[in-house]
């Protein structure tokens, strides 16, 4: 059943090999995240285990961002968005940094990055769409 899944995956946190570790917590962040448990998100992504694979960390980075820009820590997103960036580059990204900035009332700052997405060919119609916008704010 479900508990006793959860409780083998926390085993394996502590326990388990480097690679098992990984997967045990990207499996419990979403289960964690889908169930609406921010709480139990936000702890896991405070575990000190290296995530290898570079897509995995950049998504795992970018929740992390997210859960501190909900609760309105802006300089903690900022800071979990750009280590998102370093392992795998996303113009989304790139745009949550620019509204964290704005955010912090950093206007140039977020300017210069939404301006940058725009000017950029490979940027979605969404990314540019709400770099627009955002940039109509500034």
């Avoid at 479900?2 to 690679?19: F, T, W």
């Avoid at 995240?33 to 950049?58: A, G, P, R, Y």
């Avoid at 992390?64 to 609760?71: M, T, V």
């Amino acid at each position: 059943d479900k508990d006793s899944g959860i409780l083998l995956l926390s085993k394996v946190l502590e326990e388990g090999s480097d690679a098992s570790k990984q997967v045990a917590m990207a499996t419990l962040v979403n289960h964690y995240f889908t169930s609406d448990q921010s709480f139990e998100v936000d702890s896991l992504l405070n575990m000190d285990i290296k995530i290898t694979d570079d897509v995995l960390s950049s998504k795992l980075l970018t929740l992390k961002g997210d859960i501190r820009s909900n609760n309105e820590d802006y300089e903690a997103a900022i800071e979990a968005y750009e280590e998102s960036a370093d392992a795998y580059p996303s113009l989304d990204v790139e745009f949550k940094i620019a509204e964290a900035h704005y955010k912090l009332g950093k206007n140039d700052k977020a300017k210069e990055i939404v301006e940058s997405i725009l000017e950029n060919e490979d940027a979605s119609a969404t990314v540019k769409s709400k770099s627009s916008v955002l940039k109509s704010r500034l």
